[in-house]
């Protein structure tokens, strides 16, 4: 059974990779399956046992207000409109009073189509007793995620330069895949403010010794869906 029930679902962005699709249509509305995208990750989600969903609005606001306004479902929804773009951390924050007492949430992209199984990765999650579980592939990308035996997230690269933010031996490097799981306990650690991206955050948290986890979803197809090429219909 489930021990997660909600999760944050990103969909403020200007899509920008997807223009001039975005230029009147917010990303998350775009169509992907004969249905629109966010759909896609509403679904997945709901299939892990998540009943209440937080979805951050920002590009084209009044047109995603418009469609939760007239959708059916179910599922218990409430829209976050941002009146500038927070990045992925701000937005976490700015949705704190929502997702505190939650225990464990997920945090998800709205442009992520994957078949991996997220009750397996939320096992994992609560057996290792991870403050952040982040689901991750070995995929080419400019920005990876360095791990060391163990799975523990110890830095990254980027711009084709690492940086260890722990005293380990790096055994590989992995893409992320768009995919938190993350305890609410984070909330009382997060020192950023504003506008910010939460890797940043967690970097400085692995160097004070903090457990941040990968869970590698193995040969399980994830897809980008914020590419052009990969918008489907």
Not at 68 to 75: H, K, L
Not at 162 to 189: A, V, W
């Amino acid at each position: 059974m489930s021990k997660v029930t909600k999760a944050m679902i990103l969909a403020a962005g200007f899509g920008t990779r997807l223009r001039p699709l975005t230029d009147t249509i917010p990303k998350p509305l775009l169509p992907f399956n004969g249905k629109p995208m966010i759909e896609n990750a509403i679904s997945k989600l709901r299939s892990a046992g998540v009943n209440e969903f937080i979805i951050n609005i920002h590009h084209h606001a009044e047109k995603m207000e418009d469609y939760f306004q007239r959708r059916s479902g179910t599922e218990n929804i409430t829209l976050i409109k941002e009146h500038d773009i927070l990045g992925t951390g701000g937005a976490l924050v700015n949705a704190k009073e929502l997702l505190n007492g939650s225990g464990s949430f997920f945090l998800y992209n709205a442009d992520v189509d994957t078949g991996m199984d997220l009750l397996e990765m939320e096992k994992y999650h609560f057996d290792t007793g991870s403050l952040v579980t982040l689901a991750l592939k070995e995929r080419k990308t400019s920005r990876y995620l360095i791990l060391d035996s163990e799975m523990n997230i110890i830095g990254r690269t980027e711009n084709d330069s690492d940086t260890l933010y722990r005293d380990k031996k790096p055994e590989k490097k992995m893409g992320f895949c768009g995919i938190h799981l993350i305890s609410d306990k984070i909330f009382g650690l997060i020192e950023s403010s504003g506008s910010f991206d939460i890797i940043p955050e967690y970097m400085r948290l692995i160097s004070m010794d903090f457990m941040i986890k990968g869970f590698d979803i193995g040969s399980t197809s994830w897809q980008d869906l914020g590419k052009l090429n990969n918008s489907g219909n």
